[in-house]
């Protein structure tokens, strides 16, 4: 079957740095997103990654390894805005995105 | 431009009803995808219209359908309610001229099922 797998929770200290770890396994790969989605609010596209390696945006990374099904997103100085669910999703053979439960992220003062 | 507009934004059926939601999405997009969002769950994915064909399906029973206009907008229909279809439906569009594009959100509506 199709699986994403992470973490549910993390909490994390403002003006630190967190990685939010992603594994998945899906029939066929055609790519990797991330999305934000605040409390009560629609999510909102992060990044996307289809070949191995490292995507910098600004506070924001997104790395990817097609051969460990694995991927990561990292948030650099923290800020408490950043506090949000982070989803993962992988597009399958037919670009079908299947999505993570979402990681609840809790930035601390 | 307008965002993804979702009506109603709350909504409170009783088992057996049936409910139809409602999505306009971003101007030029031709794309829409439904996703059914529960704590625990995530995002489950429904189905996805493109100029009016249904192009992808999810593992949804029958009682959950969908049409898509000739504007784009789309709407979803539930025909006679459970308990455990109490969740946020999302809606999202996308210009749907390629196979990977970025999906925008619609703010959810709200349905919860007593």
């Known amino acids: 079957g199709q699986n994403i797998d992470q973490p549910t929770e993390m909490t994390a200290t403002e003006g630190a740095i967190v990685q939010i770890n992603c594994t998945y396994q899906?029939?066929?790969?055609?790519?990797l997103f991330w999305y934000q989605q605040h409390a009560g609010e629609a999510p909102t596209f992060l990044s996307y990654n289809v070949l191995d390696g490292l995507e910098e945006k600004g506070r924001f990374s997104s790395f990817l390894s097609r051969s460990k099904g694995y991927s990561y997103l990292l948030l650099k100085e923290l800020q408490m805005k950043d506090s949000a669910s982070y989803l993962c999703a992988a597009m399958d053979s037919n670009y079908q995105l299947i999505w993570g439960a979402g990681t609840k992220l809790i930035i601390k003062p | 431009k307008a965002g993804v507009t979702q009506t109603p934004r709350y909504l409170i059926k009783t088992r057996g009803q049936q409910v139809t939601l409602s999505c306009s999405p971003i101007s030029g997009h031709r794309s829409v995808s439904w996703y059914q969002q529960t704590p625990g769950q995530g995002l489950q994915f429904l189905f996805e219209y493109f100029s009016e064909t249904q192009r992808n399906k999810g593992n949804f029973p029958g009682r959950f359908s969908g049409r898509q206009f000739s504007n784009s907008r789309s709407e979803m229909n539930v025909s006679t309610l459970e308990l455990g279809d109490s969740a946020l439906y999302l809606c999202?569009?996308?210009?749907?001229?390629?196979?990977?594009?970025?999906?925008?959100f619609g703010p959810g509506t709200r349905l919860t099922v007593l």
């Open positions: 899906t029939s066929g790969f055609n790519g």
């Open positions: 999202a569009s996308s210009p749907g001229q390629g196979a990977v594009d970025e999906q925008f």
